[in-house]
């Protein structure tokens, strides 16, 4: 196992400064832009796991987070973009490239009538939650979701109760290439991006209905509650690990193998509910993604069903 990377994080303002390191140096120094070399992911994952970014770049506007994406693209330096790192587990060897973080003008959520735009850093329970105290209907499911609102598009976040595509109106992105597209339709896919892969969320609007608050409220509760006797609360996962697969549920098999409480290093899966994997006791990634495979594999042999990962797997090779 790769020791843990405790060096702090160097950060500043690189209008200012330029931190050293030829991966910092390839991005001009402009305002917008925080840059940080060498930062563990694991304080910025939900699953406390994974090794450091080569460079972390969080991106303030959507012109200076222009400027990285063509800049990196020139360079041919892999990017990134991470929202809460709450649905996501990068390996221990971290990311060699830029990992991009949008905040400032790109994580701002305001209203106008019964729409709602939000950047694609803001939280979508930040957002979820001003719609309701406005008495308007649509996002409520999404209240206890812990993602950013570009990684509910990007993953089509929902609950039984609704998913983004169901309130979606438009949604802006920065191409590979840098320039600026908008999409407006939306195929609502179990779990897969709205937008094509490899787009950034830059910005989203949803599209609302009038309500009343105390019934909002009441199914955020309801939820809230089944949450709490169903999932595992207060410790380091990353949600439901896998899809469930068409008519089942991940859960229910994984279970009914009898993998509640496997151990592999300090990971476990959980007690509460076995599509959850807990990180107990400084797991590794290598300890988490060593259970996913084992989680899979047995289920494959014994249920004959092929899970697939809900999470994104970052640095690991493919089927491996
Ligand atoms: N079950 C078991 N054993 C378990 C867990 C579940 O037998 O250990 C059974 C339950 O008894 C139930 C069925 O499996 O009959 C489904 O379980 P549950 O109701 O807990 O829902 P889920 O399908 O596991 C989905 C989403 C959750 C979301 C809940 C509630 C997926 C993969 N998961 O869970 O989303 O919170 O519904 O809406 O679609 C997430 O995506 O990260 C997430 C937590």
Same mark, same amino acid.
């Given at each position: 196992m790769r020791p843990r990377d405790n060096r702090p994080a160097r950060r500043q303002r690189i209008a200012a400064v330029v931190p050293a390191g030829d991966l910092a140096s390839i991005i001009s120094p402009m305002e917008g832009l925080l840059v940080a070399s060498d930062v563990p992911l694991d304080k910025l994952s939900t699953w406390r796991a994974g090794g450091p970014a080569k460079l972390l770049v969080e991106a303030l506007s959507l012109e200076a987070l222009?400027? $990285?994406?063509?800049?990196?693209?020139?360079?041919?330096?892999?990017?990134? $973009?991470?929202?809460?790192?709450?649905?996501?587990?990068?390996? !221990?060897?971290?990311? !060699?490239?830029?990992?991009?973080?949008?905040?400032?003008? +790109?994580?701002?959520?305001?209203?106008?009538?019964?729409?709602?735009s939000a950047g694609g850093g803001a939280g979508l329970q930040a957002a979820a939650s001003m719609t309701i105290k406005a008495s308007l209907g649509g996002l409520e499911f999404a209240v206890g979701i812990p993602g950013t609102v570009g990684g509910a598009v990007m993953t089509n976040a929902g609950t039984r109760q609704g998913s983004?595509?169901?309130?979606?109106?438009?949604?802006?992105?920065?191409?590979?290439?840098?320039?600026? $597209?908008?999409? @407006?339709?939306?195929?609502?896919?179990?779990?897969?991006? +709205?937008?094509?892969?490899?787009?950034?969320?830059?910005?989203?609007?949803?599209?609302?209905?009038?309500?009343?608050?105390?019934?909002?409220?009441?199914? $955020?509760?309801?939820?809230r509650s089944m949450r709490a006797s169903s999932q595992p609360q207060g410790s380091a996962t990353a949600g439901s690990v896998f899809k469930n697969p068409p008519g089942d549920s991940a859960g229910r098999l994984i279970d009914a193998c009898g +993998? @509640?409480?496997?151990?592999?290093?300090?990971?476990?899966?959980?007690?509460?509910?076995?599509?959850?994997?807990?990180?107990? @006791?400084?797991?590794?990634?290598? !300890?988490? @993604?060593?259970?996913?495979d084992l989680v899979a594999a047995t289920v494959k042999s014994k249920m004959g069903v092929a899970l697939e990962p809900e999470v994104t797997l970052i640095g690991f090779e493919e089927g491996g």
């Open positions: 222009r400027a $990285v994406v063509v800049r990196a693209r020139e360079m041919s330096v892999p990017v990134l $973009v991470l929202g809460n790192g709450s649905n996501i587990l990068v390996s !221990d060897a971290g990311f !060699d490239g830029i990992v991009l973080r949008l905040k400032g003008e +790109l994580a701002k959520i305001s209203l106008d009538g019964a729409t709602l983004v595509a169901s309130v979606l109106q438009d949604v802006s992105t920065l191409s590979p290439e840098g320039t600026d $597209v908008v999409f @407006k339709e939306f195929e609502d896919r179990y779990r897969e991006p +709205l937008v094509p892969r490899g787009s950034i969320v830059t910005a989203a609007t949803f599209r609302l209905e009038s309500a009343e608050e105390q019934v909002l409220r009441t199914r $955020v509760e309801e939820a +993998l @509640k409480g496997k151990v592999l290093g300090g990971a476990s899966v959980s007690t509460v509910h076995a599509n959850f994997i807990v990180n107990e @006791k400084a797991a590794s990634a290598a !300890d988490i @993604k060593g259970l996913m």
